[in-house]
C-alpha cells in the first residue's frame, strides 16, 4: 500500500497485487460463506457479539487447466460430469450449500452473464 497524494490514506497499486489459488479455507456460520481468513479459527463476522467458530475446509482444485487434460485435449462434459459428481471437496461445499449454480459454471466454462442490481 501506498500513502495517498494528500498523506490522508492508503491505496492499493493495482499494479503489484496477484491472485492465487485458494486452497484451505472456512466456513463461517454467521454469513454462510466461505472465508479465507480467521482470527485464531474464529468468524470475522459476529453473532450478537460473539465471534463462533468457522470450520476450516478444502476447496476443490479442479483437475483440468483451461479446460484441457494432461494431453492437451479438451475435457469432454462427461469427463466433468465425473469430476463435479465424485469430487469429496464439491461435495462437501454442495452439502452446506456453499457451491451452487455459480460454481458449477465456472468449473465447466461456461459462458455466463449475471446482473445484478446494487443500492448504496
Not at 59 to 77: A, C, D, I, Q, Y
Request: hydrophobic residues 35%; proline residues 8%; contains cysteine.
Amino acid at each position: 500500500m501506498t500513502p495517498t497524494p494528500d498523506g490522508q490514506g492508503y491505496r492499493f497499486r493495482l499494479s503489484e497485487l496477484h491472485v492465487g489459488p485458494l486452497q484451505h479455507a472456512f466456513w463461517c456460520p454467521t454469513t454462510r460463506r466461505i472465508v479465507d481468513t480467521t482470527f485464531r479459527g474464529y468468524s470475522p463476522y459476529d453473532e450478537g457479539k460473539r465471534h463462533p467458530k468457522a470450520t476450516p475446509i478444502e476447496m476443490p482444485r479442479l483437475p483440468f487447466f483451461w479446460g484441457m487434460n494432461g494431453e492437451g485435449t479438451k475435457v469432454s462434459n462427461e469427463e466433468l460430469d465425473e469430476w463435479l459428481a465424485l469430487d469429496t471437496n464439491v461435495l462437501q461445499l454442495r452439502d452446506m450449500g456453499a457451491w451452487g449454480d455459480q460454481q458449477e459454471r465456472a468449473a465447466r466454462f461456461s459462458p455466463w452473464l449475471r446482473a445484478a442490481e446494487h443500492s448504496a
